[in-house]
């Protein structure tokens, strides 16, 4: 028989002591375990109501604490106030694994496992001391200038979607520097939450790194969940048309927009893939009109947006972008030798000077200026003044709507900004994270893009085609050119 050493024995004498009156549903074990094996440093869970993320999120806590001596641990809620009403009040983070009678009530006087591993609980600073120098402590990220001082081993943040920004900026270094695992669990946030954007870059980048674990999960993934009692929840939500709601409190899904989503008709059949699309467009690529558009900034973002117009079907094809927000490259001199191999490789039979209309910003006169006396190159200034952001955003409405604009996959970032474009709680269209949106509306004024061109070459088809009633005609032109068009848009 094989003897056990004292560090196998503590450890499963912990791990009993842990999960003899708590243990994780199946929903949890699947979520936690890369991280309880060491495989990755940051777990990323974007979960439903009534998941159990707040009892996952102790019994981390306590895990790591208890089989790491000497750890310092955090629990980080939006605000201190948040977090001691939620789990130090009720005992909940003090008296975890504590017995508990079927429908999981505290039994007065039963058993309370962990008690023997606490040396000092702290009211006044919420803090729990253990005998191996292990402490839990619960932090407000609104005291996010603190944050610098602290030495984290292990970190739960809990809601970060409304978080005080600066809190994590402050925050992860020194957690990178201790290599501290980090717990973010919650569910994700609406348009307009506080921290909102820190939130989804920070789950984007979780999702493309090695040693992250992305996941979602969804309130049904809790075996233990009132089915009957979030069914009539969803229903009543639904009813009410609000299904981002629905899709993002119970399946912690990112519903981007919702009711103040700029283009609710944005959708991933309007993305296709570079190489099918350049297929797309090669028979009649040197008919097409060819635009680059440039919204110069030297201290946010350079952004390039690159695109075609069929001159006779009046398709739109956004092909390529740049978004440059390294102020290092945003020079002319950096930027235009990426923005002319652009144009170099998606119309090579163009010619550069002659066959492209170059469009920027007019606010960014330096530009042009900078870009002549350089490269002996002309780009056209914006004529803003003539034509409203409104119409502008109503004619990209309507190109989507129709399948009148397809944007290849290589644009990521602008995709990225229509998602995310919202209207505030005012009801005002947006000025932040619109680059590439703004280029978008630029392109449309220099084609003097007009919806009425398209209604006049549907009409004139019409006319053309004997023994066709109009509502087969334009059925007929949509099959052979790909896109749709609802006669009761115009027809009045």
């Known amino acids: 028989m094989i003897e056990l050493s004292k560090e196998d024995k503590l450890y499963l004498q912990i791990m009993d002591d ?51 001596p000497g750890s310092t641990c ?58 191996n120098g292990s402490t839990i402590k619960i932090v407000g990220s609104e005291n996010w200038a603190a944050a610098n001082g602290l030495t984290p081993d292990f970190c739960v943040y809990d809601e970060f979607k409304v978080f005080h920004t600066q809190f994590h900026n402050e925050m992860n270094p020194n957690r990178i520097v201790r ?49 009957e ?45 570079h190489n099918v699309l350049l297929q797309q467009i090669k028979r009649d690529a040197k008919k097409m009109e060819w635009f680059c558009v440039a919204d110069p900034g030297s201290t946010t973002c350079f952004a390039v947006l690159f695109g075609c117009i069929h001159p006779y079907t009046k398709k739109l094809y956004i092909v390529d972008e740049i978004y440059e927000k390294n102020q290092e490259n945003t020079s002319v001199r950096r930027i235009y030798p990426r923005i002319k191999a652009k144009m170099e490789e998606l119309s090579p039979y163009s010619d550069i000077e002659d066959d492209w209309t170059k469009v920027y910003d007019e606010a960014a006169a330096w530009f042009s200026t900078e870009l002549l006396n350089q490269y002996n190159i002309y780009f056209l200034p914006t004529s803003k003044h003539l034509h409203k952001k409104d119409h502008g955003l109503s004619l990209i409405k309507d190109q989507m709507i129709h399948n009148l604009v397809t944007i290849s996959s290589r644009c990521t970032n602008l995709k990225w900004e229509i998602e995310r474009y919202v209207k505030n709680d005012k009801g005002d269209v947006p000025k932040k994270d619109d680059h590439l949106i703004d280029c978008y509306r630029y392109l449309n004024a220099a084609a003097n893009y007009n919806m009425l061109e398209v209604i006049e070459i549907i009409t004139k088809e019409s006319d053309n085609r004997r023994g066709y009633s109009l509502e087969e005609d334009l059925m007929s032109y949509q099959k052979e050119n790909d896109w749709t068009f609802n006669v009761l848009d115009w027809e009045d």
Request: aromatic share 10%.
């Open 18 to 68: 842990l999960h003899n009156f708590w243990q994780p549903h199946s929903g949890q074990l699947d979520v936690g375990r890369p991280l309880i094996e060491g495989k990755v440093s940051t777990l990323f869970v974007q979960c439903g109501r009534k998941w159990g993320k707040t009892d996952f999120a102790i019994y981390l806590l306590w895990r790591h604490a208890l089989l790491n």
């Open 74 to 131: 955090y629990y980080i809620t939006p605000e201190l106030s948040h977090g001691r009403e939620i789990i130090w009040h009720n005992s909940r983070l003090t008296q975890f694994a504590r017995e508990r009678d079927d429908v999981g009530r505290i039994v007065p006087g039963g058993k309370e496992p962990l008690k023997k591993y606490i040396k000092h609980v702290s009211n006044v600073d919420s803090r729990i001391t253990c005998k």
């Open 179 to 227: 290599k501290a695992p980090l717990v973010i669990i919650g569910t994700p946030p609406k348009s307009g939450d506080r921290n909102a954007d820190q939130y989804m870059e920070f789950a984007d980048e979780c999702i493309s790194r090695d040693d992250c674990h992305h996941i979602t999960a969804s309130s049904y993934d809790n075996p233990f969940t009132p089915v």
């Open 229 to 273: 009692e979030v069914d009539r929840e969803i229903e009543k939500l639904r009813a009410r048309g609000e299904e981002d709601v629905v899709q993002r409190e119970y399946y912690g899904k990112i519903v981007v927009g919702g009711k103040r989503a700029i283009f609710p008709m944005f959708t991933e059949q309007l993305i296709e893939d």
